[in-house]
């Protein structure tokens, strides 16, 4: 090993292509590795960057700062892993193709990556239903759909045969479901809420449904069809998580600007409360008669 590979990224010496006796021969090289890493140092930096912001808030008013914040974070560790060659499995890969750079017997599949999106996914729907003042009821059954489809990609990743291919179909169901809320009753939705909800929603909504239909198209070119080299594969899912997470978040973020979570029906309460609303500081979204909407917090009973 020369003196420039020494002090260059070893991650791929530490952690080899061998678990368990098992090893992958088509795999991320050092450039993969070197991305992984990359986009890592985004979410941390995107993490301060939301939490920051949150403190610029009064406490009443961070959920969506702190939900933005622990889904980057999340992603940071699961970045982490994968740049350190950590979080895989070798499966067998199924087809086999005869490009050099997708050729083998074991592919490496991640699995940490869906570890984090089945935390994260969730966290992505409840900052989009949650400002759009969606049913509690109506969250929590997006949400379970949502986990159906991250653990029925995980399990046909990990499957060898084509049966791998009915679990796809399973999660593209549920995708379905998912950009028909979105699309459809949530937009609505917001947009009852006020004109600025109603603007935030469908910017974020609609980054989002394009953005999540592009993600089975991954999976079926990487985990799937085996198509497209593990390093290209970073680059794809990692374009995709840069723009769901930290962009999707900033944006978000931004559209909450001028919206109080109490006009959504999210009142908070805080132990200084009282002194906000004798000193009139704007903090508590009641007291300073922010409900321009017209409809008068009215939603305060959905969620
Ligand atoms: C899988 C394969 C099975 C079919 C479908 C999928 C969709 C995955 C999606 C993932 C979204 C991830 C995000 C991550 C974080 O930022 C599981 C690939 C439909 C939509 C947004």
Not at 55 to 75: D, G, M
Not at 112 to 120: F, G, L
Not at 158 to 176: D, P
Request: with cysteine; aromatic share 12%; hydrophobic share 45%.
């Amino acid at each position: 090993m020369s003196t420039l590979d020494k002090r260059g990224n070893g991650a791929l010496q530490a952690n080899p292509f061998t678990v368990n006796g098992a090893s992958a021969d088509i795999h991320i090289t050092t450039h993969g590795s070197d991305w992984y890493w990359a986009v890592c140092a985004v979410m941390i930096c995107a993490t301060f960057a939301f939490m920051g912001l949150a403190h610029t808030k009064p406490r009443q008013q961070r959920i969506f700062h702190y939900i933005t914040a622990s889904i980057t974070l999340v992603a940071s560790v699961a970045y982490f892993s994968m740049g350190s060659n950590l979080g895989w499995t070798p499966i067998g890969a199924n087809p086999q193709r005869s490009n050099p750079l997708v050729r083998g017997m074991y592919r490496e599949i991640f699995y940490v990556r869906y570890i984090d999106w089945v935390i994260t996914t969730p966290l992505l729907l409840m900052d989009l239903l949650l400002t759009a003042a969606m049913p509690w009821p109506t969250i929590l059954y997006v949400i379970l759909i949502d986990e159906v489809m991250i653990i029925t990609g995980l399990v046909g990743a990990l499957v060898y045969s084509n049966y791998k291919w009915a679990y796809f179909v399973f999660g593209c169901m549920a995708l379905f479901y998912i950009v028909y809320v979105l699309a459809w009753e949530a937009r609505k939705h917001a947009n009852a809420m006020g004109k600025d909800v109603g603007k935030a929603f469908l910017i974020c909504g609609s980054l989002t449904t394009f953005l999540w239909m592009l993600y089975p198209i991954a999976w079926g070119l990487c985990e799937g069809g085996n198509v497209i080299s593990t390093d290209s594969e970073a680059v794809f899912y990692g374009i995709l998580d840069l723009l769901a997470k930290p962009v999707f978040g900033a944006l978000l973020i931004w559209g909450h600007k001028g919206i109080d979570p109490a006009r959504l029906g999210l009142h908070v309460h805080d132990y200084d409360e009282k002194d906000q609303a004798i000193h009139g500081n704007g903090h508590n979204g009641v007291a300073n008669g922010e409900h321009t909407n017209g409809t008068n917090g009215a939603p305060a009973t959905t969620v």
